[in-house]
């Protein structure tokens, strides 16, 4: 199938609008663990090496998932992250289909992820902190407004992914049976 001139306008707009959205996620990320410890690892590392490794680990999956739903949100959803430029199309592809706010527990497993990995308790502490205002936003505002844009859609995907915790096994929109109702 041939992609038309002006849909692939489209996702090259939602690609450049997510791409610079991007710098929201990078400064949770990253200047704000920078702002709490100047990235000084703590001698000795409570955990030691296996729980640095940890770290590195949640830290690089935390960075791959988001990278990963960026290019979901511009080319399934032809649109961008961000509130004032949502997508067209419901995202449910990809590590969607495990967790339906798979950017968020990213950027909470990367904060925490470099508290192990530099030994900074206080980095816990934030990816906690971080969390609260995260979950009122989805609750109160993201939801309500998935569930106007995509009606029945959104309903179907949230009866059957849940919001944080991901599923052991990919949900589809043609499977919609299967885990039973969704851990929220």
């Known amino acids: 199938m041939a992609v038309s001139r002006d849909s692939r306008r489209d996702r090259q707009r939602a690609a450049i609008g997510t791409a610079l959205f991007a710098a929201g996620p990078a400064t949770v990320v990253g200047v704000v663990p920078w702002l709490l410890t100047r990235w000084k690892v703590q001698r000795p590392v409570p955990g030691g090496a296996p729980a640095q490794l940890t770290g590195a680990l949640l830290l690089g999956a935390g960075a791959a998932v988001i990278a990963n739903s960026f290019v979901h949100f511009a080319v399934e959803g032809v649109g961008t992250p961000a509130p004032f430029a949502p997508p067209k199309h419901l995202v449910v592809g990809g590590l969607y289909r495990f967790v339906r706010n798979p950017m968020y527990v990213a950027i909470a497993a990367a904060v925490t992820g470099?508290?192990?990995?530099?030994?900074?308790?206080?980095?816990?502490?934030?990816?906690?902190l971080g969390a609260v205002p995260v979950s009122a936003f989805v609750k109160l505002y993201e939801e309500p407004v998935l569930a106007r844009k995509f009606g029945a859609e959104y309903q179907v995907y949230r009866e059957n992914v849940p919001r944080w915790l991901p599923r052991l096994t990919p949900w589809t929109p043609d499977s919609s049976s299967g885990s039973g109702p969704a851990l929220q």
């Open 114 to 128: 470099q508290g192990l990995l530099l030994g900074q308790p206080k980095l816990f502490a934030a990816a906690v």
